[in-house]
């Protein structure tokens, strides 16, 4: 059963300093991962979704890589801001699943 | 493109009663969609997947005959939250995917709050 782990579960940076979130999965038979952002009390809004066979995507201020054989994913986001203070979930997809299991996410609060 | 709306954002209702929430796929069709349920701190959980016309496969665990759900057509879902209880409060978030293919990008819709009093 795959499990997916998200490091640290909080983490509040002062704006402007870049940062990485990290996402650990066990079952390295995946289709795809993707990073979700989850405003409070709100529902999820895409941010990168990187393919079985891709190393990282990028986009904006936002940077995910993926190694799948270790079961890593890691999102990086530069410069940050206070609007980037949000739960950020990381999702896999299996190979052969329509499931997408998620880690219990990352809170992060950028402070003015 | 790809915008999956919910309905109602939030809702209250009293121990006992039915509660009926709408997921629709507003500029696609979607072939396949997806019921999640999320508790405080939590993560997501898919509860069913759900494919037009046939019948929704649940999780284990997930009771079908509490929460009633019916795909009807390509862009809307529904899931019935029958005699809800206390512990049924959470927010329910639906997902639709564009062509239902295995792995194929799920579309998220701005999640349903549900309190049971």
């Known amino acids: 059963k795959q499990e997916v782990t998200q490091i640290p579960a909080a983490l509040s940076v002062p704006e402007g300093e870049n940062l990485v979130l990290n996402c650990s999965f066990t079952d390295s038979a995946i289709y795809n991962l993707q990073w979700f952002r989850q405003d409070p009390g709100k529902g999820l809004t895409s941010l990168l979704l990187?393919?079985?066979?891709?190393r990282e995507q990028t986009s904006g201020r936002l940077n995910a890589s993926l190694d799948k054989s270790s079961g890593r994913s890691t999102l990086y986001i530069a410069a940050s801001q206070p609007g980037d203070s949000a739960t950020y979930l990381c999702?896999?997809?299996?190979?052969?699943?329509?499931?997408?299991?998620f880690g219990k996410g990352t809170k992060l609060s950028v402070i003015p | 493109g790809a915008v999956v709306s919910q309905h109602p954002s939030r809702v209250i209702c009293k121990s006992g009663t039915s509660v009926k929430i709408e997921c629709r796929s507003l500029?696609?069709?979607?072939?396949?969609m997806f019921w999640y349920r999320q508790f405080p701190k939590q993560s997501l959980m898919l509860m069913a997947t759900?494919?037009?016309?046939?019948?929704?496969?649940?999780e284990q665990g997930v009771e079908k005959d509490k929460f009633l759900i019916n795909h009807a057509s390509l862009t809307l879902s529904t899931l019935t939250v029958t005699s809800a209880h206390p512990e049924d409060s959470s927010f329910y978030i639906c997902?639709?995917?564009?062509?239902?293919?295995?792995?194929?990008?799920?579309?998220f819709g701005p999640g349903t709050r549900l309190l049971v009093l």
């Open positions: 990187i393919q079985s066979s891709q």
């Open positions: 999702a896999v997809s299996g190979a052969g699943s329509y499931q997408l299991t």
């Open positions: 759900s494919n037009e016309g046939s019948k929704a496969t649940y």
């Open positions: 997902s639709a995917s564009l062509a239902g293919g295995l792995g194929e990008t799920q579309y």
């Open positions: 500029d696609f069709q979607a072939t396949t």
